[in-house]
């Protein structure tokens, strides 16, 4: 009975483990999205009017902290929606289009609602638990890709290119050279009568 268990065990680990990257590879990308759309919204908050908004915010108590939390993936959930019903329809760039802004806009919001309400929202025992929870396994999932070799493998890539900043610089300032020339000359051929 264990032998089977153990032949069934490793069926399962090799059947799974394509979904467990899929999801560390998602995980990864939203948290890369978080990131950068916390910056964002960080540099916009030094607006007045956002600043008296999160000033706002960050005194609700929990549960209306829960709702500011959670009230943009509601709100953008008919968006994407309508944006699958633009791919259904023939629409598939501009329906592609509206779900990557979509995804983009409401990871930024939610990034930076959650830095405001983390606090509040830690005080309600069921959010933190399973934020702990989900925590936790976002980052065994997301070890699990970093330990495998494509990702070494990327990352070396990605180190490699890196190193090569300079020679990348000549070629940005030799394209812009180039832009700026096509440019001067467009402007001419523009003004000529």
Not at 31 to 54: C, I, N, S
Request: proline share 6%; glycine share 4%; charged share 25%.
């Amino acid at each position: 009975m264990r032998r089977r268990y153990n032949k069934f065990s490793k069926f399962r680990r090799r059947l799974f483990a394509p979904l467990v990257y899929a999801a560390a590879l998602f995980l990864l990308l939203e948290e890369f999205l978080w990131r950068t759309g916390a910056r964002v919204m960080q540099t916009l908050a030094r607006l007045p009017p956002l600043h008296a908004l999160e000033d706002r915010i960050r005194r609700l108590p929990p549960y209306p902290a829960l709702v500011a939390f959670v009230l943009p993936a509601l709100l953008l959930f008919p968006v994407k929606v309508l944006a699958l019903m633009a791919i259904a329809e023939g629409h598939a760039c501009a329906g592609v289009a509206v779900i990557v802004l979509a995804k983009l806009g409401g990871a930024a919001a939610v990034a930076r609602l959650y830095t405001l309400t983390r606090p509040n929202l830690l005080s309600l025992d069921w959010f933190a638990r399973w934020n702990g929870k989900f925590l936790v396994l976002k980052n065994r999932w997301t070890g699990r890709l970093r330990a495998t070799r494509a990702w070494r493998r990327l990352n070396a890539w990605r180190d490699g290119a890196t190193r090569n900043k300079p020679a990348r610089r000549r070629a940005r300032s030799r394209g812009a050279r180039v832009l700026r020339r096509f440019t001067a000359l467009w402007r001419a051929r523009r003004t000529r009568p």
